[in-house]
């Protein structure tokens, strides 16, 4: 085979698709529309957006954005383990159910599917957390169906799941794009300075890209006036040729 053949490939993709079993996971997903009486809430589809939104701006070399991916990452990480220690416990509860008994997973006859678009990984772990609290909603209910738990528990417990999600969402909803790179920081321009008073100071590490979240894409540089990208050494391995 001659070493010059080439092969016109197109991008990788894959159909992903969610499927919820309980009302509240799907309520978490949609959110909830601001209405006379309360607010509009964010789902986690609302999420998503943010986070796509969010991996551009770091894909552009904006600190700022690179700061939130970490804390946006270290939330995500806070709020799993919030839902881990909930199962934790209802491990303990179930443990009760006598041996005698035989008892099925709870699932729902029609559960809900749902295709999902997410080009940014901080959004599919915040799918794989809400995957969760669907299981954990489930087998709360069927602790409180078979009288492990009262109904006070199960409340609490469904409540405790969902405020780890929401509270998350709701950092989120705090990122705003700077427009600022780390060449304009460097520079020291109109554009840094403006960023600096709006958003305030960085960490160093930040600033100088050292420290970057492990989820963190790589940046690509506008083009100098020569029509060569600056280098991205230091700031990213090559991205990955699928993003579901």
């Known amino acids: 085979m001659s070493d010059n053949f080439q092969l ?20 978490i997903w949609h959110g909830r529309p601001a209405s006379n009486e309360a607010p509009a809430i964010i789902g986690l589809s609302g999420f998503v957006g943010i986070m796509n939104r969010l991996k551009r701006g770091a894909e552009q070399d904006d600190p700022y954005s690179d700061w939130w991916m970490i804390r946006i990452e270290e939330k995500l990480e806070q709020s799993k383990q919030e839902i881990l220690s909930i199962h934790e416990q209802l491990d303990s509860v179930m443990a009760a159910l006598p041996k005698a008994l035989s008892v099925s997973d709870n699932l729902n006859v029609h559960p809900v599917t749902i295709p999902l678009f997410v080009n940014a990984q901080l959004g599919f772990l915040a799918v794989y957390l809400l995957v969760s609290y669907d299981d954990l909603v489930r087998r709360v209910l069927l602790a409180n169906h078979t009288a492990l738990i009262t109904r006070r528990d199960m409340e609490a417990w469904i409540d405790q799941g969902a405020h780890a999600l929401r509270s998350l969402f709701g950092l989120a909803q705090q990122y705003k794009f700077s427009g600022a790179s780390r060449d304009d920081f ?3 321009n109109a554009r840094a300075i403006k960023a600096r008073e709006q958003f305030g100071d960085l960490p160093q590490d930040i600033l100088e890209g050292t420290r ?3 989820y963190a894409p790589p940046i690509t540089r506008k083009k100098s006036s020569s029509g060569l990208a600056d280098s991205n050494a230091g700031h990213g391995s090559a991205d990955a040729e699928n993003e579901g």
């Open 8 to 27: 016109n490939l197109g991008s990788l993709r894959s159909s992903i698709n969610l499927t919820l079993h309980t009302h509240h996971a799907a309520r």
């Open 186 to 188: 460097a520079a020291n």
């Open 212 to 214: 970057r979240s492990s």
